[in-house]
């Protein structure tokens, strides 16, 4: 039986927009429950709800990046539904006019997942069920700002999909539109998924995975519906329409409720909101200042930079880390040396710190000049390590710091030349051991030069030193 798996998705993106999509409320994660609220997100009667600027403008970066048709005109809805994190006993969103129709992401095969649409929306209140089996409600989320994003059902294994969802939550991240961290609910997947069976025509009922939180939770879910729909198919059946749920624990799908037929939402027109207009110039404005996005900044960094594809695509998918690096290698001129600090030596120190570049003290032009002491072997590498260390905290002048400390590295070769002699002289045993093949005998050497050097010797000039006297 020859089968194509077929994965569609929706996914939902909270905008990291100062305040709420229809009241002035801050748009703050993990503040006091409650805290944020006012009576249009706690829908109290006559309150009037007004569009956020703010919003619209990040909806539509959305939409530019994955390329997308905007419409210029469109309403609101009401979706109407009750619930207990519903205060209005209805949602606004956008039912047939979403804002941004067509596009699509292209993977790395060269593939194009096609958008059906996206849509902007308020998000609901926070159920949050404790141990006594009562449901609290934090109404902080209440009118967070949302926009949902159909795709079409293009996708057909767990990679493809992992891949689409990393490249949709980069993209945004780097946009500044959404944090995308799906362990807070910033961005939550649904799965559809059916199989077919090519031979016959035969297909599989869609199920629906509702809420994952993880691009890992994404994989083994859609793996495991894979296997639990070809097993139907193999018994020639379909199952049913309905909606599941993914289980951490048991690492499996379990069964939430069936669509037997179409939810009645009775839709009608969001009368407190006029039509809204978007003019043209200004549409067209926020795609000119869109910044260059990932894809294309990770292929110009391997063109331009000649920098590997990983250290590239590092780099490229964070707009902090991409700003850093372009700003230091103005300075250093040495692309990969600059991605090789970056990558390595000050993002332990960003890591442990918890600290993102534009956080941290240690300034662009301080930090580039401690690069180039070390590539001009003005220090060793060691001690421009440790220098690093301590600038970060308090971003001195690495070049003082290194002369007021007398660690700048000797590079003078007579002095050198003394010193090797001088080893060497001592320590006949380990020469003979070299030429018996023990090479750790060279590196005990190497380390005795150093340590009469007290570590400012160049290492490159005493290795060279040594093997040209040992021959």
Not at 29 to 54: D, E, M, R, S, Y
Not at 210 to 218: F, G, H, M, P, W
Not at 248 to 255: A, E, G, H, Q, R
Request: with cysteine; hydrophobic share 35%.
């Amino acid at each position: 039986m020859k089968t194509k798996t077929i994965i569609g998705l929706e996914i939902h993106v909270a905008m990291s927009t100062q305040t709420k999509m229809f009241c002035s409320c801050k748009n703050e994660f993990g503040a006091i429950p409650n805290t944020n609220t006012c009576p249009v997100c706690l829908g109290h009667p006559g309150a009037l709800p007004v569009v956020n600027k703010q919003a619209v403008e990040y909806a539509l970066k959305a939409a530019h990046a994955f390329n997308c048709d905007i419409r210029q005109d469109m309403k609101m809805d009401r979706k109407k539904y009750f619930y207990p994190d519903l205060v209005k006993g209805y949602q606004i969103t956008q039912q047939d006019e979403p804002y941004a129709l067509g596009g699509y992401i292209e993977l790395e095969s060269g593939k194009k997942v096609r958008l059906n649409s996206i849509h902007m929306e308020e998000d609901t209140a926070k159920s949050i069920h404790d141990d006594n089996g009562a449901t609290l409600l934090d109404y902080n989320r209440s009118s967070v700002p949302l926009i949902e994003i159909v795709s079409e059902p293009d996708m057909s294994t767990p990679e493809e999909t992992k891949e689409f969802v990393e490249n949709l939550a980069s993209t945004l991240r780097f946009l500044e539109v959404s944090d995308c961290i799906m362990a807070k609910g910033s961005m939550r997947v649904d799965v559809n998924i059916n199989i077919v069976d090519q031979d016959s025509g035969l297909k599989t009922n869609i199920s629906e995975i509702k809420n994952l939180n993880s691009t890992k939770a994404i994989e083994e879910a859609i793996k495991f519906e894979e296997i639990r729909h070809s097993n139907l198919l193999k018994n020639k059946e379909t199952g049913i329409h309905e909606t599941r749920r993914w289980d951490d624990t048991s690492l499996d799908t379990k069964p939430m409720r069936q669509k037997e037929s179409g939810n009645d939402y009775r839709f009608s027109v969001e009368g407190d909101i006029p039509r809204i207009h978007l003019d043209k110039a200004y549409i067209e404005k926020v795609k000119e200042d869109l910044p260059e996005l990932p894809k294309q900044k990770k292929l110009r960094y391997i063109k331009d930079y000649k920098l590997s594809d990983y250290d590239a695509e590092i780099l490229a998918n964070d707009r902090e880390m991409a700003l850093l690096f372009e700003q230091t290698n103005k300075l250093v001129n040495n692309p990969e040396v600059t991605a090789n600090w970056i990558l390595s030596e000050l993002s332990r120190r960003l890591n442990e710190s918890d600290l993102s570049p534009s956080q941290m003290k240690l300034s662009v032009e301080n930090f580039a000049k401690l690069i180039k002491l070390a590539e001009e072997k003005k220090i060793n590498n060691n001690v421009a390590k440790k220098l690093l260390r301590e600038i970060f905290e308090s971003d001195e002048d690495p070049q003082n710091l290194a002369k007021e400390r007398n660690l700048l590295q000797i590079n003078d070769s007579k002095f050198l030349e003394e010193v090797v002699d001088k080893v060497l002289s001592e320590n006949p045993k380990s020469i003979e051991d070299i030429k018996n093949g023990k090479d750790r005998a060279f590196g005990y050497l190497v380390g005795q030069s150093m340590k009469l050097t007290k570590g400012k010797g160049n290492p490159q000039e005493i290795t060279k030193l040594l093997k040209e006297r040992i021959k």
